[in-house]
């Protein structure tokens, strides 16, 4: 995954926003992220799970990137991670060429070839 970080790295349209180190990435996490490089990590994240699942949603995806909610004394549920930044993330993506949109009737995401070379160039 370092490889394709590094390769993602190389695109002028993929930069985080200005205030991607101030923001949560879901509702279960307590903490803005850690690493410098989070948003590059999980752009290159996103480009894979187009590629393996696609055509998929934002929906979709927020969904994968979620998990449990500490509610206190009752149960914990089950939530989705910020839609934005997917949605930001597939955006940037796009407008670099990795990816497209397919319309009906399996609308979604899918990866494109110049994005499977990417992919397959940077296996580990």
Aim: charged share 25%.
């Amino acid at each position: 995954m370092s490889k394709l970080v590094e390769e993602i790295k190389k695109y002028k349209q993929i930069v985080a926003p200005q205030w991607a180190p101030f923001v949560k990435t879901g509702l279960n996490k307590e903490r803005p992220p850690v690493q410098i490089d989070w948003w590059f990590i999980r752009a290159a994240s996103v480009l894979k799970k187009v590629n393996k699942f696609g055509p998929i949603g934002t929906n979709s995806l927020a969904k994968q990137y979620g998990g449990r909610r500490n509610r206190g004394h009752k149960p914990d549920a089950k939530v989705s991670a910020s839609r934005n930044i997917v949605r930001k993330c597939l955006q940037q993506l796009e407008s670099e060429g990795l990816i497209k949109h397919q319309a009906a009737p399996n609308a979604g995401k899918v990866i494109t070839a110049k994005g499977r070379e990417l992919i397959n160039s940077t296996k580990e």
